[in-house]
């Protein structure tokens, strides 16, 4: 109960932060009438070595406890759905690192260093392992890739856990687009497009939490 009631308050925090810097975000926008195009002109000197330096940048992200949420938006904002293309890529070449990690260092270890490990170990059972692996990755607010590491000293399979990082980080990464996408918002039909939009994805994402029972 208190591990549950500590992720609400987290989540909870996690979100008011975004919505306010969202909000500081957007009103510079709008106010200094920054356009896609404005930025887009700034980052095109750098071509294709700037997906490389977000893509760089990211793998470190994902595979340290430094807090990554917010790189995607960055790609999104600098490069569009591609920059987010580069990033999500970077997350699962750190995934894959983290498993291998997991893996090698073993299940002693990873219990001893990180206890709170156990109780998602013993949700993450047999069953089903691809969606609960899902949900953990969507669900469980830390600021590094714990979820790897569970898999990594599971039993579940390499395609399974790639299939469970892929299908985890599309969700997440299309609220993101649609975050950014609204930075860019000029007129109130496009405001109740994305924000139509966001709605519904959060509704989807919120049956599945209720369906795929991690709590």
Do not use: C, W
């Not at 569009?80 to 750190?94: H, I, R």
């Not at 993101?176 to 918002?185: M, T």
Request: proline share 4%; net charge positive; no cysteine.
């Amino acid at each position: 109960m208190k591990t549950k009631s500590n992720n609400k308050t987290r989540l909870i925090i996690y979100g008011v932060i975004f919505v306010a810097i969202y909000i500081l975000v957007y009103s510079f926008f709008q106010s200094k009438q920054v356009s896609k195009e404005q930025i887009q002109e700034l980052v095109e000197p750098f071509g294709i070595y700037g997906l490389l330096i977000l893509f760089l940048i990211q793998i470190p992200f994902t595979i340290t406890p430094f807090p990554d949420g917010v790189m995607p938006l960055v790609g999104m904002v600098m490069y569009g759905p591609v920059g987010v293309f580069a990033v999500s890529l970077a997350m699962l070449v750190g995934a894959i690192i983290n498993f291998s990690i997991g893996k090698r260092l073993g299940k002693g270890y990873i219990l001893h260093k990180f206890p709170e490990v156990k109780s998602s170990l013993e949700k993450l059972g047999n069953k089903n392992v691809v969606i609960r692996l899902m949900a953990m990755r969507m669900f469980t607010f830390v600021s590094f890739d714990i979820t790897s590491y569970i898999a990594g000293i599971s039993n579940i399979k390499f395609k399974d856990f790639i299939v469970s990082v892929v299908f985890s980080l599309f969700p997440i990464n299309v609220i993101l687009i649609l975050v950014g996408s609204g930075l860019f918002a000029k007129t109130a039909q496009e405001i109740i497009t994305i924000g139509g939009l966001l709605i519904i994805v959060v509704t989807l994402l919120f049956i599945f939490y209720k369906k795929s029972r991690i709590k």
